[in-house]
């Protein structure tokens, strides 16, 4: 996720068809609870999350997968009435479209089969990415799920006191995310991209 300010931008709470009207070709806004937030990427922002685009789509590409990377979708889980999610990387199983209700009119998906991976780019709103939205991609059923805190943003109980740039790797298993904590030099083993070779360091560009 991009820079955003802390609270929303809105008085009024928005469904989701209003938010579409507003906001749907717009990608520095998403929706919560019927909350907008105003999404504003700082260049080192977009710096890791298009490292972690270009290096998945190497895998990808590599493993002769029938998978690609959304560039400007949103996440509107089924059982949510008013949120849409945006994330900054998202992994899409092409097979898997058919099953979707409105991907052929909109880049709207709703369903946690079509995704096999997303990455989340932490900022000034920390909160939604290590903790509502840990919980509501391990309920669609999304199999890894990252956290790319580059400037060490997150609260003391998902980093810890030292307050470093962390790579939080989230894997599926039994309905819940098992998080590896991941700094420095230490290298990314990744479930769904097992021949990935890099660092944290060299993720969140802090090497």
């Given at each position: 996720m991009a820079i955003a300010t802390d609270r929303p931008i809105q008085q009024k709470a928005l469904s989701f068809d209003e938010f579409l009207v507003r906001y749907r070709d717009d990608n520095r806004y998403e929706l919560?609870?019927?909350?907008?937030?105003?999404?504003?990427p700082t260049g080192l922002h977009e710096e890791v999350a298009a490292f972690i685009t270009t290096k998945v789509c190497v895998q990808i590409d590599q493993m002769g997968l029938p998978w690609f990377v959304l560039q400007r979708g949103l996440i509107r889980p089924s059982n949510i009435g008013m949120t849409a999610f945006r994330p900054d990387v998202i992994v899409i199983d092409r097979h898997e479209l058919t099953k979707e209700p409105i991907w052929n009119e909109q880049s709207i998906l709703t369903l946690g089969s079509s995704i096999k991976f997303v990455a989340e780019v932490v900022s000034s709103n920390w909160q939604n990415d290590y903790a509502r939205k840990v919980e509501d991609y391990a309920t669609l059923g999304i199999p890894e799920y990252w956290i790319a805190d580059?400037?060490?943003?997150?609260?003391?109980?998902?980093?810890?006191?030292?307050?470093?740039?962390?790579?939080?790797?989230?894997?599926?298993?039994?309905?819940?995310?098992?998080?590896?904590?991941?700094?420095?030099?230490?290298?990314?083993?990744?479930?769904?991209?097992?021949?990935?070779?890099?660092?944290?360091?060299?993720?969140?560009?802090?090497?």
């Open positions: 919560i609870d019927g909350d907008i937030f105003d999404l504003e580059y400037a060490g943003l997150g609260g003391v109980r998902h980093i810890g006191k030292s307050k470093q740039p962390t790579l939080s790797i989230c894997t599926l298993a039994n309905g819940e995310y098992e998080i590896q904590q991941l700094r420095g030099n230490q290298i990314v083993v990744s479930t769904t991209f097992p021949n990935l070779k890099l660092t944290a360091a060299e993720i969140l560009k802090t090497f």
